[in-house]
């Protein structure tokens, strides 16, 4: 018995003890009622907050729909053709003896430019002229004769023929001499000079390039629906990114009679005045034709219009400063775009103020503060910009 009152005796807590698991336990009480009762005043806080109305404003940019000129254009990127050109190369083998051009320099049409070995060729021709001159003068004796009657008329016309052979065979090798001289068929720039004096070259072997650069083309394509607003003689305006901030006019020249088959398109011709040779074959351009008379349009900076499948919204802000300002949704129909620039036909008035960043957070009625810190690009002529 003594025993088991000493175990029971020994279960029992000791009065420190039991006060420390008392506090605690009001104290994980206090906590939960305190986490419960602040999600209920957020709750009432929150409902009361929507049952009035208070739904926390949006924070957007925005400017005015205003009109601006718009000058109606067809847009397309081309490349620029020298008005003659070519890659000079000869027509026979043979090894390289003189370089009379130097490369980048100005030549004359018929000027030497490169020449081969033609000591062969020159012996055969002076071989041939010898034979000529013997006809000739066989010739001018045959014709005595005949006039005195002492030789028969065979005899003359076989005198004649000779000399016309042997006449026709200098002719040829002369044609043989000179394709072992290369020589500018018309004025330009010489371009880079790919041999040397000593090289041997086959037939066909590029040897340099020829360029006339006083005028050059500008060939671009339009589509076929365009080329009705494309007549001869318009003006064409082209930008480089080489040349920034700087426009190159031209005037149409020509467009292809047919349409591409696998494009549906038509090539245009421009030419352009080039007199400080600046433009060189091969550049990229932009081109842009003006078509048409100019017009006022409503523009708005394209980051502000919103496509769907249903249609192109902006929102426009509404309201004054003792209500407070909204947002309210509005259908648009838009025109051409230009640059960072879209046309407004339908849907807005001048003045309008309508968000131009920010739109994807808002729906009708949603409150809205304007900060115009930042605005979207508005630029009706972007350029590329290096950062």
């Known amino acids: 018995m003594d025993l088991e009152h000493a175990q029971s005796e020994a279960d029992v807590p000791a009065p420190s003890t039991r006060k420390r698991m008392i506090l605690m336990i009001l104290a994980v009480g206090l906590f939960l009622?305190?986490?419960?009762?602040f999600n209920v005043f957020k709750g009432i806080m929150i409902g009361r907050s929507m049952a009035g109305g208070g739904e926390p404003p949006q924070v957007v940019s925005a400017a005015p729909a205003k009109e601006e000129a718009w000058q109606p254009a067809l847009r397309a990127v081309g490349t620029i053709r020298a008005r003659q050109g070519a890659d000079l190369a000869f027509e026979v083998a043979g090894v390289v003896v003189s370089i009379d051009a130097k490369a980048g320099s100005e030549v004359r049409a018929g000027q030497p430019l490169v020449s081969?070995?033609?000591?062969?060729?020159?012996?055969?021709?002076?071989?041939?002229?010898?034979?000529?001159?013997?006809?000739?003068?066989?010739l001018r004796r045959a014709k005595e004769q005949f006039e005195?009657?002492?030789?028969?008329?065979?005899?003359?016309?076989?005198?004649?023929?000779?000399?016309?052979?042997?006449?026709?065979?200098?002719?040829?090798?002369?044609?043989?001499?000179?394709?072992?001289?290369?020589?500018?068929?018309?004025?330009?720039?010489?371009?880079i000079v790919n041999t040397s004096p000593g090289a041997y070259l086959n037939p066909g072997t590029p040897v340099l390039t020829l360029q006339q650069l006083d005028q050059v083309y500008l060939d671009f394509f339009l589509p076929q629906r365009d080329v009705v607003n494309v007549r001869l003689g318009q003006r064409v305006d082209a930008s480089l990114d080489a040349f920034p901030g700087r426009t190159f006019s031209g005037k149409v020249s020509a467009v292809n009679p047919k349409v591409e088959g696998n494009t549906r398109n038509v090539q245009v011709e421009a030419t352009f005045a080039n007199p400080g040779r600046l433009l060189v074959p091969g550049m990229f351009v932009n081109a842009t034709l003006d078509v048409g008379t100019r017009q006022m349009h409503l523009t708005l900076p394209q980051a502000a219009v919103t496509y769907?499948?249903?249609?192109?919204?902006?929102?426009?802000?509404?309201?004054?400063?003792?209500?407070?300002?909204?947002?309210?949704?509005?259908?648009?129909?838009?025109?051409?775009?230009?640059?960072?620039?879209?046309?407004?036909?339908?849907?807005?008035?001048?003045?309008?103020?309508?968000?131009?960043?920010?739109?994807?957070?808002?729906?009708?009625?949603?409150?809205v503060v304007v900060d115009n810190k930042v605005q979207p690009a508005n630029d009706p002529a972007p350029t590329p910009q290096e950062q």
């Not at 081969?116 to 066989?138: F, I, M, V």
């Not at 026709?168 to 002369?174: E, G, K, L």
């Not at 640059?339 to 339908?346: M, N, R, S, T």
């Open 308 to 367: 769907n499948p249903y249609g192109a919204i902006v929102f426009v802000v509404k309201g004054d400063k003792a209500s407070g300002s909204k947002a309210q949704q509005v259908f648009v129909t838009t025109g051409e775009s230009r640059g960072d620039q879209v046309a407004i036909l339908k849907g807005l008035k001048a003045g309008d103020l309508v968000v131009t960043s920010g739109s994807l957070k808002l729906r009708n009625g949603t409150p």
């Open 148 to 191: 005195a009657k002492t030789i028969s008329p065979a005899d003359f016309e076989s005198a004649e023929a000779d000399f016309k052979a042997k006449e026709a065979a200098v002719q040829a090798q002369t044609a043989v001499v000179a394709k072992k001289h290369l020589v500018a068929p018309f004025a330009g720039r010489v371009g």
């Open 116 to 138: 081969l070995n033609d000591d062969t060729e020159a012996g055969q021709l002076r071989q041939l002229q010898a034979a000529a001159a013997l006809a000739k003068a066989t």
């Open 33 to 37: 009622g305190l986490l419960v009762g």
